[in-house]
């Protein structure tokens, strides 16, 4: 099974490698799905598959105040810089302290990974090379994410997933991702995803589909 993970992750990150970069000289590519639905797993994969790519995740960028209002830190720390070839400088949230901490660095890498709900809001498509997308549902995946977490946590969550549902009412992402990535086992299932039309840098082609994956 973790030979077959790794199979289906090589191919997707030879895949991503191969595109046109898409935000100055990097392939810029978006991970997203609801909370709880796996993003940061598999974005963590297929960093490791792309060689150690840089992940982002929105987490640093979003805050309590603002759990979906973080668009004008990401264009003006992370993809403005990148779109010019220089290294990002953002400043994380910590989520515990309630406060932005200190400037990390985020350099432009062939592929960069952006790992988050919402990474694949309007704003951000424009400067994307692809958009994948968890293909989990809703409800499994707060739920995941409630049982993650703890009761600590539960009043967070309730108020979370209704900000969730108005995001993604208003900008959705999933219409728009170019693959849908299904858990299965210990690997994945590469699906083309709505917005994909046939082409020699699809990351799932027919022929690579795994009889599972049907």
């Known amino acids: 099974m973790t030979e077959d993970l790794d199979q289906d992750l090589d191919r997707a990150a030879a895949a991503l490698r191969r595109l046109p970069p ?38 640093d960028l979003a805050s309590h105040a603002e759990l979906f209002a973080w668009t004008g830190r ?14 990002a400088r953002y400043h994380p949230y910590d989520w515990n302290l309630r406060a932005f901490g200190p400037a990390r660095t985020l350099e ?15 704003a951000l498509r424009p400067f994307l090379a692809r958009l994948l997308w968890m293909e989990r549902g809703p409800e499994e995946s707060w739920a995941r994410g409630r049982r993650r977490d703890g009761p600590a ?7 979370w997933t209704v900000a969730e549902t108005r995001h993604f009412a208003e900008d959705p992402s999933r219409p728009f991702a170019d693959a849908l990535v299904r858990e299965r086992g210990e690997g994945y299932a590469w699906l083309p995803g709505p917005s994909v039309t046939a082409g020699p840098n699809q990351i799932i082609t ?6 599972a994956a049907n």
């Open 22 to 59: 898409s935000c100055g000289p990097v392939r810029l590519v978006a991970v997203d799905g609801h909370a709880g639905s796996g993003k940061s797993t598999l974005a963590g994969r297929l960093s490791a598959a792309l060689g150690g790519a840089p992940v982002l995740h929105l987490d």
């Open 108 to 122: 432009p890498a062939p592929v960069v990974l952006v790992e988050g709900v919402g990474a694949g809001r309007r």
């Open 74 to 87: 990401l264009l003006e720390q992370v993809v403005r810089p990148l779109s010019e070839g220089r290294a």
């Open 206 to 211: 027919h022929r690579d589909e795994s009889p």
């Open 153 to 159: 946590q539960a009043a967070f969550w309730d108020g």
